[in-house]
């Protein structure tokens, strides 16, 4: 498996989990992807519970971390190891929304600190041939979960006009999402659409704006993984479970890469009278999207208990 990722943020990270985690603390990373910041966790002698709903990225986790000679069990077979280890680490196959199941399962009441890293991993795009990317000519899935039933493939040839739109309007932000759609069903009506590469030309021909930046597949290839994976939704239900877990000094770690992410945090915020953004949000380097120019939309949010 060619599984290859660059953690956003490294340094930044790496920083306060030296200030906010001691030897035995517990720490949980949501989105243990590549496990770049996970490794730096265990460094500091904690406990850990490390979740990804993608199959590849625990099996790779798995045998990255035992060369590394950590102990984990990546089938959560015997719970009482959590509590009586000096130090372990577990691997859960599970998307991040089940934090609270798997939590009473260890028994585990509050933990020093969460990281949810949000965006996807360079494997998924580079790697995964699931068509995450309109760069490559790969069947359309999307899926960060390989047992889900739905995949973009389904949505882009079974949704209609009003629907697509809809989708491309609200998860994507795309400013042409109705003439996309309705080029999408039209199309489909002569082909099915089964890859990223059709799909793009017909973003392309559908977005010719002079002013665009980015690419005009970006916004609905975006809208179509964050539907397929249910991520807003299940980053919305996951907050409250963090919060309720979190202790008095510990912090939630937060890195989005899209407004629709940041929207979804800042409304939690309001909402709760517990919990403030502590500090300023943290952003890249210049020299770091210099030389991960995938890190350059991303925003580190911290989020603790406030003194009152």
Same mark, same amino acid.
């Given at each position: 498996? *060619?599984?290859?990722? !660059?953690?956003? %943020?490294?340094?930044?990270? @790496? =920083?306060?989990?030296? &200030? ?33 709903? *993608?199959?590849?990225? !625990?099996?790779? %986790?798995?045998?990255?971390? @035992? =060369?590394?000679?950590? &102990? ?237």
């Amino acid at each position: 498996m *060619d599984y290859k990722h !660059i953690p956003v %943020l490294e340094k930044e990270i @790496a =920083t306060i989990f030296e &200030k906010v985690l001691t030897p035995k603390s517990i720490y949980v990373d949501a989105t243990v992807g590549g496990g770049g910041h996970l490794v730096h966790a265990l460094n500091l002698g904690i406990n850990a519970i490390a979740f990804d709903q *993608d199959q590849d990225s !625990i099996k790779h %986790l798995s045998e990255k971390l @035992a =060369t590394q000679g950590f &102990k984990l069990d990546d089938k959560q077979t015997d719970f009482s190891k959590f509590i009586k280890d000096s130090q372990y680490v577990y691997l859960v196959n599970s998307n991040f929304v089940n934090l609270d199941t798997y939590l009473a399962k260890f028994q585990i009441k509050e933990v020093s600190c969460i990281l949810f890293d949000l965006g996807m991993s360079s494997y998924h795009i580079d790697s995964s041939g699931r068509g995450f990317s309109f760069m490559r000519n790969e069947v359309l899935d999307m899926r960060m979960d390989k047992n889900l039933q739905v995949t973009a493939m389904d949505l882009v040839n079974g949704l209609g006009v009003k629907e697509l739109t809809f989708l491309f309007k609200k998860l994507g932000e795309e400013r042409f999402s109705k003439q996309i759609a309705s080029e999408i069903v039209k199309t489909r009506k002569l082909k099915k659409i089964t890859t990223a590469e059709e799909l793009r030309g017909i973003a392309e021909r559908m977005n010719k704006s002079a002013n665009n930046k980015i690419h005009p597949a970006t916004r609905i290839f975006q809208a179509l993984r964050i539907a397929v994976n249910d991520e807003i939704n299940s980053f919305q239900i996951v907050l409250p479970k963090a919060a309720s877990v979190i202790s008095k000094k510990g912090v939630i770690l937060c890195i989005t890469f899209h407004s629709l992410e940041e929207k979804v945090l800042k409304d939690f915020i309001l909402k709760r009278s517990d919990l403030d953004i502590i500090g300023k949000v943290i952003t890249p380097s210049l020299a770091e999207v210099r030389k991960n120019r995938r890190s350059r939309s991303a925003k580190l949010f911290i989020l603790g208990k406030n003194e009152s």
